[in-house]
């Protein structure tokens, strides 16, 4: 091991403890918008389901209110402007009539046409829910991921100070993490595979001399203590989405291959934000309209397979910018990201 003046260890803490559930990503209820046409073609309005079953169903209506059309009418008839043709040979025009009482008495006037209406929607798929952790450390910590669930992941969306202080007088940490769950599992299942490890600065001013190894630097602070388990970086990987894919990314390592995460009895990886899309819905309507809804995704929890890592996208926001015009998906991929790879088993 190193130490240095300037880079005081990481030392693991405890893990994380279970505190409350959120909301899933997938729930779109609570919300309404509505997109206003021009009045020639009507409007169309997105129902997110307030208050309703399912939450996670998109749904649309539209109407297309149809202009009025200045034609003729017929007294007796109603709308019947072929009829009228046929039949009313003329105001009061009996000469192609076979009788008086075979012509109708006709005028102009506006007829309304009855609205175009559609509907549709649009399934999310149940696969993140927001859990609130929390953990006493003396610093921010960093918080490691292992699952026993090769269908469930986790990423960290929040850590904060929650103001209380817990254990030896440090501060309790508020973590908002993003449990992600695949292949049939549920959140229930992520609560239960997941486990968040915490590891963070050593008390520059922890000083127990009954027993153990500490090292202080010249200011006599505290570096390391054998108090606390140093945190023991097994790989360092490279991983990368926008070559691979969400499900298959390609993935490389410091020591040169799989083997060494392989060869872990826990494999665990620095939870660290992977990317970002935006995602676009699309509904065409018969009356030539196709109507855009939009979504921010994010790539969220990977997983342990038992030979590479795997990830999926989580729908965590629907974009209130919507309307007829396309602007397509957006994707911010990082080209590659550096994680490093602990074996849970250590702490």
Same mark, same amino acid.
Not at 41 to 58: D, H, L, M, R
Not at 63 to 90: F, R
Not at 189 to 208: E, H
Not at 278 to 284: K, M
């Given at each position: 091991m190193m130490f240095s003046d300037n880079t005081p260890s990481m030392a693991y803490f405890a893990d994380a403890s279970w505190?409350?559930?959120? @909301?899933?990503?997938?729930?779109?209820?609570?919300?309404?918008?509505?997109?206003?046409?021009?009045?020639?073609?009507?409007?169309?309005?997105? %129902?997110?389901?307030? %208050?309703?079953?399912?939450?996670? $169903? /998109?749904?649309?209506?539209?109407?297309? @209110?149809?202009?009025?059309?200045?034609?003729?009418? =017929?007294?007796?008839?109603?709308?019947?402007?072929?009829? =009228? !043709?046929?039949? =009313?040979?003329?105001?009061?025009?009996?000469s192609n009539c076979n009788g008086w009482d075979s012509c109708l008495y006709y005028h102009y006037g506006w007829y309304y046409p009855p609205p175009y209406t559609y509907s549709n929607s649009l399934t999310i798929s149940d696969n993140a829910r927001v859990a609130h952790y929390t953990v006493v450390s003396y610093a921010r910590p960093t918080i490691f991921v292992y699952s026993t669930n090769s269908s469930c992941?986790?990423?960290?969306?929040?850590?904060?100070?929650?103001?209380?202080?817990?254990?030896?007088?440090?501060?309790?940490?508020? /973590?908002?993490?993003?449990?992600?769950?695949?292949?049939?599992?549920?959140?229930?299942?992520?609560?239960?595979?997941?486990?968040?490890? !915490?590891?963070?600065?050593?008390?520059?001013?922890?000083?127990? @001399?009954?027993?153990?190894?500490?090292?202080?630097?010249?200011s006599s602070q505290t570096m390391f203590h054998s108090d606390f388990e140093p945190c023991k970086v097994k790989d360092i990987m490279t991983i990368s989405? !926008?070559?691979?894919?969400?499900?298959?990314?390609?993935?490389?390592?410091?020591?040169?291959?799989?083997?060494?995460?392989?060869?872990?009895?826990?494999?665990?990886?620095? !939870? $660290?934000?992977?990317?970002?899309?935006?995602? @676009?819905?699309?509904?065409? /309507?018969a009356i030539g309209w196709t109507i855009y809804i939009r979504a921010i995704e994010m790539i969220a929890g990977l997983r342990w397979t038992g030979t590479k890592w795997q990830a999926n996208w989580v729908s965590i926001d629907l974009s209130s910018h919507h309307g007829t015009s396309s602007a397509g998906n957006v994707f911010y991929e990082p080209g590659a990201i550096n994680i490093p790879i602990i074996d849970a088993n250590d702490y």
């Open positions: 505190g409350s559930w959120g @909301e899933k990503t997938y729930d779109t209820g609570k919300r309404q918008i509505h997109y206003q046409a021009n009045f020639a073609q009507g409007y169309a309005a997105f %129902n997110f389901y307030a %208050n309703a079953a399912p939450k996670n $169903v /998109i749904g649309i209506s539209v109407a297309q @209110e149809k202009p009025p059309i200045w034609t003729k009418y =017929c007294d007796g008839g109603g709308y019947t402007p072929a009829g =009228c !043709a046929y039949y =009313c040979c003329g105001d009061w025009d009996y992941g986790a990423n960290v969306v929040k850590i904060t100070d929650s103001g209380t202080t817990g254990a030896g007088g440090y501060a309790v940490w508020n /973590i908002d993490v993003l449990l992600t769950y695949a292949a049939g599992a549920t959140d229930a299942t992520a609560q239960s595979s997941v486990r968040l490890l !915490a590891f963070g600065k050593v008390d520059p001013s922890y000083n127990n @001399e009954g027993h153990g190894m500490f090292i202080r630097n010249d989405f !926008a070559t691979g894919g969400v499900t298959n990314p390609t993935q490389s390592y410091q020591s040169g291959s799989s083997t060494t995460v392989a060869g872990l009895s826990k494999p665990a990886y620095q !939870a $660290v934000e992977l990317g970002r899309r935006r995602q @676009e819905f699309g509904f065409s /309507i």
